[in-house]
């Protein structure tokens, strides 16, 4: 449901989007996801969010990053935090939902229409707030994957649901084979 004279902005839970694209068993291609929303209407913005290992040598997303800043993303990024759990496992926490929050907030005067890349229940309040800006919002994420990936109640209040598996053929690509190359992939947990 879009209209090709829309201003479109696209907000992306790097996180979120990368764990329900595995669950189904692809990854996404960033170029043709970009290209798909292109076409679908006047592509405003595109944001990326996600949390960094700072003080990794090598963090596996850096790569993707960079990609994708170079490549006409918005690219909004923060430390991850790293915690040991009360089992001694080492945690990564990396939330950007407020972020999200104040640019989807901050740009909606001039948009007509909000695609939003994640399930997490927690930005239901942000989709209500947006429609009564008059800002339409579609959500991408997942029914299809064991548990699913989208909060009932964030899928209900979006004008419009877009299941992640059907986008499958538009924007994925097959997961990579493990190699000795270094794989590109969010490591940052949603919590």
Request: hydrophobic fraction near 35%.
């Amino acid at each position: 449901m879009f209209y090709k004279d829309e201003r479109l902005a696209l907000f992306i839970d790097g996180s979120n989007l990368y764990a329900a694209a595995k669950s189904l068993g692809f990854d996404i291609d960033y170029k043709l996801l970009r290209q798909e929303f292109m076409r679908r209407g006047k592509l405003v913005r595109a944001f990326y969010y996600t949390a960094l290992l700072e003080n990794d040598e090598y963090s596996p997303i850096r790569p993707l990053v960079d990609w994708l800043h170079y490549n006409g993303f918005s690219m909004v990024t923060k430390p991850a935090k790293e915690y040991t759990d009360s089992q001694g496992r080492r945690k990564v926490k990396g939330n950007m939902d407020i972020e999200l929050t104040v640019d989807a907030m901050e740009l909606a005067p001039r948009v007509d229409h909000i695609v939003l890349f994640s399930g997490d229940g927690d930005f239901r309040p942000l989709v209500e707030s947006l429609q009564r800006q008059g800002v339409r919002v579609s959500v991408v994420s997942t029914i299809r994957s064991q548990p699913p990936m989208i909060a009932d109640e964030l899928r209900r209040q979006a004008d419009n649901f877009i299941e992640l598996e059907d986008l499958r053929d538009v924007i994925g690509r097959p997961p990579r084979e493990p190699s000795a190359e270094p794989r590109v992939r969010e490591s940052a947990s949603n919590d």
